[in-house]
């Protein structure tokens, strides 16, 4: 699938390796089980801490707050955390909001091209149903 960048080019969109795939459906039941529990209305430190014993019952693996360093120019400037990531390779940002706006897919992007991962799932679940809070991005080439 391609789509149009910036200045009017075509971009190829490549999705991630069918393994990256599996673990991102893996952490998607698992977010669905914590919010059928939960249901929304909590602080999102809350929500993280549920996701931390669901993938544990669930023997995801996964890193807790994990760390990327951020360069320009090749220059350590600093270093941000992300909340999860399963497998080495999904990152999942969580949220507890309204709604989603731009600069929160722009967060994920961020993350996915500084830390190189294939894939970020952004899920809020201050929603009704968890599949409405649900989104799915793919790191550009």
Not at 113 to 130: D, I, Q, Y
């Amino acid at each position: 699938m391609s789509r149009q960048g910036r200045q009017g080019r075509q971009e190829e969109r490549v999705e991630p390796s069918a393994e990256t795939d599996s673990w991102a459906r893996a952490a998607i039941g698992a977010a669905i089980e914590v919010h059928r529990h939960l249901g929304p209305g909590f602080l999102e430190s809350i929500y993280e801490r549920a996701m931390i014993v669901e993938l544990e019952v669930r023997r995801i693996p996964f890193e807790r707050q994990f760390v990327i360093p951020i360069t320009y120019r090749g220059v350590a400037v600093g270093e941000h955390r992300c909340d999860l990531v399963v497998a080495g390779s999904v990152v999942l940002e969580l949220k507890a909001i309204e709604s989603f706006t731009m600069t929160h897919i722009s967060q994920v992007i961020s993350y996915l091209s500084a830390g190189a991962f294939e894939l970020g799932l952004l899920l809020n679940f201050n929603v009704p149903v968890l599949t409405q809070g649900l989104r799915r991005i793919v790191r550009s080439p």
